[in-house]
């Protein structure tokens, strides 16, 4: 029987080896040396979500343990976990307390959101890994690395995971297609490669549930899914006002406040997100435009009208040139 029809993709299209794992080829040459010399340091994973921080963990937890070494000798745990951190460290405890029956002189320990901990929590946390260093690796992930204090990140060999690029997207959204016998059409895909970006979690998870719908995804079914902005409708929206289009840009605006009931601030974020990568704008009038945005935002934030200030907006982008 086929029982992988109800699995989440996400855990059914992880990466299960180096090779698998698209898009982050620098840092898999650099961990694949560190695996290759059997000598693993501690390693601080820092980036987006969904960008492969925890699937590069297991990798290398696979590979240096095979499948079946992976039990007793790799631990997940969560640091935003409410029980706190002295719960951790009893985890930790127990765990390195049992030896390894790998030739391997180390187990290796995941702490996810390692950035959620506290002050005083990564102090215990920074004791606990010098306390475990010889029996135990850790690899600790976080999403912001300034919220990790100093001495844990100078203990730690760092790689800063990037959102995946849109020829990366694209190539898993192909590799998923394949798999569950998908049609993603080219507008299809331009929609998912934006509403996601750069977050395969969220790309998957936006697939499967478009698919549960319907095999043929289209951008309609996609949008119908989102319940967030639709990243799509605000590009249409800056690329009508870049034409110097004011007025269809703001029958967009419209569109997307009224009918979809959007609120200024979502719009004016995805604008921003779009803007930022723009290749199209000079990089001084980008930072112009950031400029406008952020005072907009503000202005929106203390009470003026939403609509007059995104116009307003739209109005000087249409005037860019
Ligand atoms: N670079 C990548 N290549 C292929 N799949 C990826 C990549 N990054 C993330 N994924 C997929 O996205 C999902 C979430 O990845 P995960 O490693 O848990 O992200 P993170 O820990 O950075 O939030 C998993 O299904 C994983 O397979
Ligand atoms: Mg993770």
Known sequence: MDNTISKIWVDKYRPQTFDEIIGQNYFVTRVKAFIDSKNLPHLLFAGAPGTGKTTTALVVARELFGEHGMKGNYLELNASDDRGI??????????AKLKSLTDIPYKIICLDEADSLTKDAQQALRRTMEKYSSSCRFILACNEISKIMDPIQSRCVIFKFKPLGEEALSELIDRIANGEGLKVDADAKESLILASRGDVRKLTNILQATS?????????LIDEI????NPKEVEKMINAAKEGDFFKARDYLIALKSIKGFSGLEILKEMYRILIRDESIEPKTKIKLVDKIATIEFRIVEGSDEELQLESFLATLSLVK
């Not at 002295?86 to 765990?95: S, W």
């Open 86 to 95: 002295d719960v951790i460290r009893n985890q930790i405890k127990e765990f």
């Open 212 to 220: 549960a719908i319907e095999k043929v995804i289209t951008t309609k």
């Open 226 to 229: 989102l319940d967030s902005v």
